[in-house]
């Protein structure tokens, strides 16, 4: 069993930045590929990163290259999403989770789940 706790959410201008960050505790940390998700009032969803158990590939969806890193700390077990150039279309909650392959973690299929963590981005 792997527990994970999402923060870092809160409300921030256009333009501003916010460091999520998604702590587990439980299994080997490194034994996991990782994922950030968010999903917006009215929508499904989606896909935001992914990041290997080494932290050596990562994965963006193209509405988010160039403005935010996903990074992890293997030793904090802990998983970072940095956003910046936040902008009102990034407005979701956002979600952390964690499987044994990155495709499973794609596909949305991971074993655990986060409760998630509110970004509001005002214009």
């Known amino acids: 069993q792997v527990q994970l706790v999402e923060s870092g959410g809160g409300l921030v201008q256009a333009g501003g930045s916010l460091r999520l960050s998604c702590a587990a505790s439980?299994?080997?940390?490194?034994?996991?590929?990782m994922g950030w998700f968010r999903q917006a009032p009215g929508k499904e969803r989606e896909l935001v990163a992914t990041?290997?158990?080494?932290?050596?590939?990562?994965y963006y969806i193209d509405s988010v290259k160039g403005r935010f890193t996903i990074s992890r700390d293997n030793a904090k077990n802990t998983v970072y999403l940095q956003m910046n150039s936040l902008k009102p279309e990034d407005t979701a909650v956002y979600y952390c989770?964690?499987?044994?392959?990155?495709?499973?973690?794609?596909?949305?299929?991971?074993?655990?789940w986060g409760e998630g963590t509110q970004v509001t981005v005002s214009s």
């Open positions: 439980g299994r080997t940390f490194s034994n996991y590929a």
């Open positions: 989770a964690a499987a044994l392959t990155i495709p499973s973690v794609r596909a949305g299929t991971g074993d655990y």
């Open positions: 990041i290997s158990r080494t932290g050596g590939s990562t």
